[in-house]
C-alpha cells in the first residue's frame, strides 16, 4: 500500500502527466489485487510433488546437495507438508503425515506407484497440535495433546473425508511434551505416549512420563511403560517384536550429559529410570538422591547428549543393500540449547540379528551447516512401499525420499 501512496505522490506533484497517471494508478491497482488474490488462492492449491517437471527445483529450493549420504544413495524431495511431523502408511499406500504447530493432517498419494508423490489432501484441521498418525483396519488414527480421534474408512474419500471422532479424551491436556507420537503395536493395541510435564519432576499421576496402550476402539487405557521423559517415536523389532523408542534427555546439566535414550521394553512394566537416573548411570542431581540406578532399565543405546532423537524404524525394505536389513534409522531433530548444536540428522543404529546393538553412526547430515545454518530438522522416517526411506522434516516442511541407485 505503501508504495501506491508514494505513487499517487509522485504523479499528483506532477500536472503535466495527470492525465496518463490516473490510468497508470489504475492499471497498478488492478495488478495488485490481481496478485493478491493469486497469493490468497495458492494457499488452497495442492502442494507441490516432486514429478519429473519440478523435481530439480525443488532440489534447489531445499538445499539437497547440502545433504551427505553414504556412496549410492540419493535424495530427493517427496512432497511438500507444512510442519510434517510423524508419519504412517496405510496398506494401499497412502502417506499420513501429522503437524505440531499447525491444526492439520495430511495424507500423500502416489496412485500410480511410480515411487513419485502424485498429490497432497488435507484430510483433518482444526485440531490440537495432532502430532500422531497410525492408521489400522481402514481408519485414520490422529493424536492431539489430549486425545485419540479417528477417522474411519478414510480412504473412501481423502478428498472429502468425514470430521474426525473421538474415541479417547482420557490424557493430560499439559502442552509441555504433550504432542504425541502413536502407532499400533503387534498385538493390535494403539501405543500412546504421556511426556513429562516438565524438564524434570516427580508427578504424582503415574500416567506422566510413560507409555499407554489402549483397544482400538478407545476402550482399556492402560500404563505400559514408565520412566520416560519425552518419547517421540517408537517401533517394534521385525523378529523379536520388542517394542524399541526413543527418550529425551533431560536439560540444563550441560552441553554434554545426559545422552538421548534408545531403549528396548521387551514386556510391560518396565522403568527407564526418569526422573531418577539419565542414560543408565547418571544419577539425577535432585531426585536421583537414595536411588540406585540399576534399578531401572538403563538404554541399549546412549545417543548423543541433546540431539532430540525422535522417530526411528527398522530399515525392513529391500532396495537398499543388505547389510541395512532390519537396522535401524533414528531421526535426530536437533538440539535447541547446546552451545554448539547437534543432531540435524538421520542415525543408524546397527544390530546383529539377536538385536544387539553393534554401533551407532551418522547416515545422512547437512541440515546444519558448518556456518550454524539450519536447512531442516528431521522428525520422522518410514520404509517407503518401493524401499525408499522417507523423512518428514518439520522446519523445511517437506517429506524427503532417500534411495538406494
Ligand atoms: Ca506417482
Not at 511403560?225 to 517384536?241: C, E, K, L, M, Q
Not at 521387551?266 to 540406578?293: A, E, L, R, T
Not at 547430515?365 to 518439520?394: A, C, H, I, M
Request: net charge neutral; glycine share 10%.
Amino acid at each position: 500500500m505503501g508504495g501506491i501512496f508514494y505513487l499517487m505522490n509522485c504523479f499528483t506533484n506532477n500536472a503535466t502527466t495527470m492525465q496518463v497517471s490516473k490510468q497508470t494508478l489504475f492499471l497498478f491497482i488492478f495488478i495488485g489485487f490481481l496478485f493478491i488474490n493469486c497469493n490468497r488462492s495458492s494457499e488452497n492449491t495442492k502442494l507441490a510433488v516432486a514429478d519429473s517437471v519440478n523435481a530439480d527445483a525443488l532440489f534447489q529450493k531445499y538445499h539437497l546437495n547440502k545433504i551427505k549420504l553414504p556412496p549410492g544413495f540419493t535424495i530427493s524431495v517427496y512432497a511438500e507438508v507444512p510442519n510434517a511431523r510423524s508419519m504412517t502408511m496405510s496398506p494401499s499406500g497412502v502417506l499420513y503425515v501429522g503437524t505440531r504447530s499447525s491444526d492439520k493432517v495430511y495424507a500423500v498419494t502416489d496412485v500410480n506407484k511410480d515411487g513419485r508423490a502424485d498429490k497432497v489432501f488435507t484430510v483433518a484441521s482444526g485440531l490440537h497440535s495432532p502430532n500422531g498418525v497410525a492408521f489400522k483396519d481402514g481408519n485414520l488414527y490422529i493424536a492431539t495433546i489430549s486425545a485419540i480421534l479417528t477417522i474411519n474408512n478414510i480412504e473412501a474419500s481423502l478428498a472429502s473425508p468425514a470430521k474426525p471422532v473421538t474415541i479417547y479424551d482420557g490424557y493430560p491436556k499439559d502442552e509441555h511434551h504433550g504432542w504425541k507420537f502413536i502407532a499400533f503395536g503387534p498385538d493390535g493395541k494403539l501405543y500412546v505416549p504421556v511426556g513429562a510435564p516438565c524438564n524434570i519432576c516427580e508427578s504424582e499421576n503415574p500416567v506422566y512420563a510413560g507409555i499407554t496402550r489402549m483397544n482400538a476402539d478407545g476402550t482399556g487405557m492402560e500404563i505400559f511403560a514408565s520412566g520416560i521423559r519425552n518419547t517421540v517415536g517408537f517401533t517394534w523389532h521385525p523378529d523379536t517384536h520388542a517394542m524399541w523408542f526413543t527418550d529425551n534427555g533431560r536439560d540444563a546439566m550441560g552441553d554434554n550429559i545426559p545422552g538421548d535414550e534408545l531403549n528396548v521394553a521387551s514386556k510391560p512394566g518396565m522403568h527407564f529410570g526418569y526422573p531418577y537416573c539419565h542414560q543408565g548411570n547418571i544419577p539425577d542431581p535432585q531426585f536421583g538422591k537414595n536411588k540406585s540406578c540399576s534399578d531401572y532399565t538403563a538404554p541399549v543405546q546412549v545417543l548423543g547428549p541433546h540431539v532430540a532423537a525422535l522417530g526411528l524404524r527398522f530399515y525392513t525394505g529391500k532396495s537398499f543393500p543388505a547389510a541395512y536389513h532390519n537396522q535401524l534409522f533414528i531421526a535426530e531433530h536437533g538440539s535447541w540449547n547446546r552451545s554448539e548444536p547437534i543432531g540435524y540428522r538421520i542415525s543408524l543404529v546397527k544390530m546383529d540379528a539377536g538385536g544387539k546393538v553393534q554401533s551407532y553412526s551418522t547416515f545422512a547430515e547437512g541440515w546444519l551447516q558448518k556456518d550454524g545454518n539450519v536447512l531442516g530438522r528431521p522428525v520422522d522416517v518410514l520404509v517407503n512401499t518401493d524401499g525408499s526411506l522417507l523423512v518428514s522434516d518439520d522446519y523445511a516442511g517437506v517429506i524427503y525420499k532417500i534411495a538406494h541407485k
